[in-house]
């Protein structure tokens, strides 16, 4: 039979995203779903952003504002930087879709490592790249392996920093061993999704990289903002590397109600507070947790925990499914004795731990 997708195309493993709400309910006919599979925000939006949208619902027959005027401004007025500096995205995803298609030629190679955010190395096979990918060290990005994996052919390198799904960041030191030397026109990465809740002492600041070699910041409103309904994300970048990018961007490619919603959620930083303090809080009671089980876990700095149940994954997440709890296994990561579970609300991490004791001694 005739071909009709382009090359590349059927050897790309889709992305399964964490199972919605609704759909779990529907399958299994039961209701008061707990959802702690996609890194999600259980407080919500900021009640600004809400109030933002419903003021914005009246011009929807009007295109957005494709330059994302006051939102690039707000943005460069909190960074100290200028409004050139920035690229908005529908999600982030759409940055590191963008980065690809305006710096990677066809047969190029990308850096990443080895489990890290899938789309990644799916978005670099679609555009016909060569994803290089190093295995994780202790569970963190081993950046000096990531150096001599530098080839002639390689294009960008992406660093998740930190790390999605183990949750583990790369350190100050390391991360300027790694981009001092690089040789020029590797453009790298720095995906920053969850860098509210990082907790590490010497993370980096990544803004003190932005003039040095190539780097493109990645920062999103889907995690500690709350708003991954909305899609909407943005890259930080040196005025030549966005002008770049801004040429592969469709026109309208930031919804008017995302725009409105970030805009006015970044002036809540009472309620960013909030989602974090409880994710600390979270993040701590589930550690006590997992240790009374004698579970291994990887300490995280964003606002999910990488678990190794010691058993098979998939069957924890089925399980866990029918009681109730959507968690994510972790087997398209290669890692099928683990489970990924996002921090939630108080009442939704004990219903998760009372959940996970029942299925493990079944
Ligand atoms: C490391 C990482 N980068 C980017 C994203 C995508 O975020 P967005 O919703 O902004 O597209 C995620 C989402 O899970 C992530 O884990």
Redesign the pocket.
């Known amino acids: 039979m005739k071909e009709i997708a382009r090359k590349n195309i059927k050897e790309i493993v889709p992305y399964e995203p964490g199972k919605p709400i609704k759909e779990v309910e529907r399958e299994l006919g039961i209701k008061g779903i707990v959802k702690m599979a996609?890194?999600e925000n259980p407080l919500g939006p900021s009640p600004k952003a809400l109030k933002a949208i419903r003021e914005c619902l009246k011009d929807l027959n009007r295109y957005p504002d494709g330059g994302s005027f006051y939102l690039k401004e707000r943005l460069a007025k909190e960074f100290g930087l200028e409004k050139k500096n920035f690229i908005l995205?529908?999600?982030?995803?759409?940055i590191?879709e963008l980065a690809i298609r305006t710096f990677m030629n066809e047969g190029d190679e990308v850096i990443t490592a080895e489990p890290?955010?899938l789309?990644y190395k799916i978005s670099v096979r679609i555009e016909g790249g060569k994803p290089v990918l190093v295995p994780l060290k202790d569970f963190a990005y081993d950046l000096p392996r990531m150096r001599e994996a530098v080839t002639e052919r390689t294009k960008l390198v992406f660093i998740?920093n930190p790390?999605?799904p183990t949750g583990t960041s790369v350190g100050k030191d390391e991360l300027e061993k790694f981009l001092n030397g690089l040789p020029e026109g590797i453009i790298v990465i720095l995906?920053e999704?969850?860098n509210e809740f990082v907790e590490c002492k010497d993370f980096p600041n990544s803004l003190d990289y932005l003039n040095r070699g190539n780097v493109i910041i990645?920062r999103?409103?889907?995690?500690a903002h709350g708003l991954?309904g909305l899609?909407?994300?943005f890259g930080i970048a040196s005025t030549e590397l966005i002008d770049l990018m801004n040429r592969t961007r469709q026109p309208f490619n930031v919804n008017s109600l995302a725009q409105a919603a970030a805009l006015a959620s970044l002036d809540d930083k009472a309620h960013v507070e909030r989602i974090k303090k409880l994710v600390r809080e979270g993040k701590e009671y589930l550690y006590k947790e997992f240790d009374s089980l004698g579970l291994f876990y990887q300490k995280s700095d964003t606002n999910f925990i990488l678990v190794d149940i010691k058993g098979d994954g998939r069957k924890v997440f089925e399980k866990m499914l029918r009681e109730g709890v959507i968690i994510r296994d972790m087997n398209a990561y290669g890692l099928k004795n683990f489970i990924r579970v996002t921090i939630g609300t108080r009442k939704e991490n004990k219903k998760f731990i009372s959940a996970l004791k029942k299925v493990l001694i079944k």
């Open positions: 996609s890194n995205g529908n999600g982030s995803n759409e590191i890290s955010f789309i998740a790390n999605n995906d999704a969850y990645l999103t409103f889907s995690k991954p899609r909407i994300g």
